[in-house]
């Protein structure tokens, strides 16, 4: 049977699978036509629908499970989705193809907002290493273009209908639709406002219908006046030279929450300025993905997984839990709450409810219970919770992640006569290695295979480094730059791979000599300290045996040698040099020999 893989890029994938194969054995054939050697435990399948809206929930198939055909199509049996799972630092990445698909996933999460730019000077950066990635060449004459004004949003007398931001009610809107499951049971409906009204899409978001009915007879004159408008600046944009850059639009996260909704009038000028530094610097379309891929780790909501739902209590209020790479973001109304990994005591899920004990920054036991739509999106929060604690933060996945599994019916009958039966096994997590496992394993499978790692850096990317840390100022003379660039004797990969492993070799020296010294100083510092009181440090010799274990306050109690059990006869007092003293000791000033006897 054919199944079809939809990747992250939109094209599609054809590979075969058997009815009883489990998701580990589809994902194989997926990587090896993708030419994946290893680093396979980057990525996860997920059903997948055509024309279906992504979005950052993820219900991923386990894939220690036998799949499941959701379709009854009887020419396509089986349709998923590959996505990046784990998202690991970019410099970790040893394969291009590997470095290829998490392009194509960052691509797309960027250009259908999933994942959003700081402000709109680092979105004109991003869109440029989007375009330079897609191997789009500069044009000169677009920086001396006149940028045409783009439409905006929100414009004309409709301001007093536009004061409730779009945040607000995207959240009304979920929980009204929780609301909305158990009318059935309330007595009333009178909480829920306006839920009857018919809604209308506009460039701000879903709009009650009744708000739009003020303006009269002039909502149909103000629509089609703007929708002339649209054309006319699709038309000024579709012949300018910047034209190119009309389907790389990244947008900051301040025109998603109601701030500067408003593009730039130079926004498109500001993409290409920033395109022909990238085309300055001649960087390849390689480095432009990977210098993407890094920018884009600090962007927020890198790597997250969000699972939004309603509090359990009885004021209903959204509740949106993002699961990252080293901690949980929950975020009830206009409250966010950082839990990390460490701080977490308990999670567990039942039916829709899903209950999260941690503790809290004074110390103090919380908890926070909320509903979601579906039992699959609650237990797919406390997997995604569990898998990435055990992937970023633990040094090995512990057996009892690894063994967890529920039965069926037919399983649990199997299981009361023979308790280790296979029959009806569903394993919870699939997660079988860590970060740091997949990263060594892999570089032990390319080594054996004899193929290459891919290095984290390319020729060009030294000056790129440096004009980003000037804050986008203008990069190096073109002089200097062919002074390096025809320079055949440096190999910047070869430097940059070195200077690596020489900085790790050094900070692993350190470390051990660090470590060696407390080592030493711990043990001095344990033989130099009195056996009975373990506090003073030794100043006296026990008389015949001659042995030095105490100071002077337990040696005049002792009548046996706390070592020999030889009885003392004399003590005689010493001193020790003061590199191997533990504390400064009063000593007398008028000593004149170094021994005393007693």
């Not at 050697?37 to 024309?51: D, K, Q, S």
């Not at 609301?179 to 009204?197: A, D, F, G």
Request: glycine letters at 4%.
């Amino acid at each position: 049977m054919w199944c079809i893989v939809n990747l992250p890029n939109g094209t599609q994938l054809a590979v075969k699978w058997d009815t009883k194969a489990i998701g580990q054995e589809c994902l194989e054939k997926v990587c090896k036509a993708l030419d994946i050697v290893c680093e396979m435990e980057y990525f996860g399948l997920e059903y997948w629908t055509p024309n279906q809206e992504e979005s950052r929930t993820r219900q991923w198939i386990n894939l220690r499970n036998r799949l499941s055909c959701d379709n009854s199509s009887s020419s396509i049996h089986l349709m998923l989705a590959l996505r990046v799972k784990f998202w690991v630092p970019v410099h970790c990445l040893l394969q291009e193809s590997v470095r290829n698909i998490f392009y194509m996933q960052a691509r797309s999460d960027l250009l259908e907002k999933r994942l959003q730019a700081h402000d709109w000077n680092n979105a004109a950066k991003l869109s440029a290493l989007l375009c330079q990635a897609d191997g789009i060449r500069f044009n000169p004459l677009s920086l001396k273009a006149k940028c045409p004004t783009p439409v905006r949003r929100g414009s004309g007398g409709d301001g007093a209908q536009q004061q409730l931001s779009h945040k607000e009610r995207k959240d009304k809107e979920h929980v009204l639709s929780f609301k909305k499951r158990r009318l059935s049971k309330q007595k009333s409906t009178e909480n829920i406002e306006n839920s009857h009204l018919p809604t209308i899409v506009t460039d701000e978001g879903p709009t009650a219908l009744s708000a739009n009915m003020k303006c009269g007879g002039n909502v149909g004159h103000t629509s089609s006046q703007s929708a002339s408008d649209d054309d006319v600046a699709e038309d000024k944009v579709s012949t300018s030279p910047l034209s190119i850059y009309q389907n790389y639009i990244v947008y900051p996260i301040c025109a998603e929450d109601g701030g500067d909704i408003d593009m730039p009038e130079d926004f498109y000028h500001c993409i290409a300025v920033e395109h022909g530094k990238l085309a300055t610097l001649k960087m390849t379309p390689k480095s432009a993905k990977y210098w993407l891929l890094k920018q884009i780790q600090d962007l927020e909501g890198y790597g997250e997984e969000v699972f939004s739902g309603v509090t359990a209590h009885e004021n209903s209020a959204r509740c949106d839990v993002a699961v990252g790479a080293n901690a949980i973001t929950t975020c009830v109304g206009d409250e966010k709450n950082v839990i990390p990994f460490s701080a977490i005591a308990s999670a567990k899920s039942f039916r829709r409810t899903f209950k999260l004990e941690y503790v809290g920054d004074c110390n103090d036991r919380r908890e926070l219970e909320i509903k979601l739509p579906k039992h699959a999106m609650a237990a797919g929060l406390y997997r995604s919770i569990t898998e990435r604690h055990a992937f970023y933060v633990c040094d090995k996945v512990r057996g009892v992640v690894t063994n967890q599994f529920t039965r069926d019916l037919k399983g649990t009958i199997a299981s009361m006569f023979k308790e280790d039966t296979e029959l009806g096994k569903r394993y919870v997590f699939d997660i079988q290695r860590t970060c740091r496992e997949v990263h060594d394993q892999a570089r032990r499978i390319l080594h054996e295979k004899g193929i290459e790692a891919l290095n984290s850096s390319a020729v060009g990317n030294e000056d790129l480094y440096e004009s980003m840390l000037n804050g986008g100022k203008q990069p190096l003379s073109t002089s200097r730059q062919e002074q390096r660039l025809s320079d055949k004797e440096l190999d910047f990969d070869d430097i940059c791979a070195v200077t690596d492993k020489l900085d790790m070799a050094l900070r692993e020296k350190e470390k051990r000599d660090a470590a060696i010294a407390r080592c030493v100083e711990a043990r001095v510092s344990e033989a130099m300290t009195c056996k009975i009181c373990m506090d003073r440090e030794i100043n006296t010799m026990f008389n015949p045996c001659s042995h030095v274990t105490t100071c002077a306050e337990c040696a005049a109690r002792c009548i046996h040698c706390p070592n020999c059990r030889v009885k003392v006869t004399s003590t005689t007092r010493i001193y020790l040099p003061p590199e191997l003293r533990i504390s400064s000791m009063s000593t007398p000033s008028a000593t004149t020999s170094c021994v005393a006897t007693h």
